[in-house]
């Protein structure tokens, strides 16, 4: 399974997502600081979910975080996140 699929699946299970977009952005940032080669440091999600309203942007953020974990978490470089 790739990276964007390990997303998904947690992100979902997570959160039961009206909406979702995992997107693969390493191929922007080939050779600047924080490519490590492997084609997936860089990422972008979009994600909606009525789990979500209460949070802040701050407690979304965190929430995201914590549903992938410090093992896809310690993968990533740079993970931008449009929550809603």
């Known amino acids: 399974m790739g ?8 992100l979902e299970a997570a959160f039961q997502p009206t909406a979702l977009e995992v997107v693969n952005d390493s191929h922007n940032h080939a050779g600047h600081s924080g490519d490590d080669g492997s084609g997936e440091s860089h990422w972008t ?3 909606a979910a009525p789990a979500f309203a209460p949070m802040t ?8 975080h914590t549903a992938l974990g410090p093992e896809i978490m310690g993968r990533l470089h ?5 929550v809603s």
């Open 3 to 10: 990276l964007a699929q390990e997303i998904r699946a947690k």
């Open 45 to 47: 999600v979009t994600i």
């Open 57 to 64: 942007r701050v407690a979304r953020h965190r929430a995201i």
């Open 78 to 82: 740079a993970l931008a996140l449009n």
